[in-house]
């Protein structure tokens, strides 16, 4: 009879030592594109409300040089910094052997939400936003803005970054770290901006079609429950919308907030982001089209980028296992 194999238990810092935004990037490509073959599964996530926060659990199956299986549960609790000095985001992720079942490693998930996130924003930029971009602004200063700076600087050489949040230091912060410049006047900056990124837990729309230049790429990420919001259903209605998965930004997204304003439907969504990998869908039309990545996160990201970590670690010494009992 076989031995159950030690899984691995990977830490933050482990990830951060052998994971570079490069990989990220490198992990969710592989990602969306093995579910362009149909070598992927990634159903809706379930969401589990608490008294100050949310929990969401998020699986995927994927098949790469071997079959992957990943269920990540996540806490998203916005007040946590303030109230308690924790994270807002903690979790872990089990990876499993999609052949037999064995558990292979449990992921801290922080780490792992923060740069996959970032990551799929950036593969979207990669494909959607103008080659010649030269301008980025940042809306939302905490970890998710200083990932996106990072990964989004993979694929393209910005000039200039700007950085924006409702709380000023925050701003001045991350862009004393990053080289930017902190602006207090969101429209001006939105209007000169070429990529424009929102990371907040924002409730209510700050981005509108009036703050938009032709041919901007916005990449939207904060509105990952049903409650919060970035961009205006207006916004969303005049754009070009790409989606990580359509039925989840239905649910959770800002394409949620626009179909209930009654500005858009369903049908409008332009394409989902594996569809540009098939070449069922076109990306960019033409040089003014302004375009909306409606991004919620996917298990497909979490599975791929667990796996790519798993590969990395379990050649490494330092990266601590366990011994689970025999059958």
Request: aromatic letters at 4%.
């Amino acid at each position: 009879m076989s031995r159950i194999p030690d899984a691995l238990i990977i830490t933050r810092h482990d990830i951060r030592r052998m994971m570079t935004p490069a990989d990220f990037l490198e992990a969710v490509e592989l990602g969306f594109q093995a579910s362009a073959m149909g070598k992927a599964n990634s159903p809706m996530p379930m969401e589990l409300p608490v008294t100050h926060g949310v929990f969401h659990a998020k699986g995927a199956s994927i098949s790469l040089d071997r079959d992957y299986v990943a269920v990540k549960v996540n806490g998203n609790f916005p007040d946590n910094p303030v109230r308690l000095g924790l994270p807002t985001i903690q979790g872990a992720t089990l990876l499993m052997d999609g052949s037999n079942g064995s558990l292979l490693a449990i992921i801290d998930s922080i780490e792992v939400s923060i740069r996959r996130t970032a990551a799929a924003s950036a593969l979207a930029a990669k494909l959607l936003a103008l080659p010649d971009s030269a301008t980025l602004l940042v809306c939302g200063c905490g970890e998710q803005g200083r990932a996106h700076i990072e990964a989004l600087g993979e694929v393209i050489s910005f000039d200039r970054c700007l950085t924006w949040d409702r709380d000023p230091i925050r701003s001045e912060s991350l862009a004393a770290e990053r080289g930017a410049e902190a602006i207090g006047d969101l429209k001006s900056a939105a209007r000169s901006a070429d990529v424009i990124v929102t990371c907040t837990p924002a409730t209510e729309p700050f981005l509108d079609a009036d703050m938009i230049q032709p041919g901007t790429f916005v990449a939207a990420i904060g509105a990952d429950n049903p409650e919060k919001s970035e961009i205006a259903p207006t916004l969303m209605a005049t754009a070009t919308v790409i989606t990580d998965v359509t039925a989840q930004c239905i649910a959770m997204g800002d394409l949620h907030h626009a179909i209930a304003a009654g500005a858009m439907t369903s049908a409008d969504v332009h394409a989902e982001l594996v569809e540009l990998f098939t070449g069922r869908k076109i990306g960019r039309s033409y040089r003014d089209e302004v375009i909306i990545f409606d991004s919620t996160g996917t298990g497909l990201q979490d599975v791929a980028a667990a796996a790519f970590i798993y590969e990395r670690c379990k050649g490494d010494a330092s990266v601590r296992s366990v011994a689970l009992a025999a059958p």
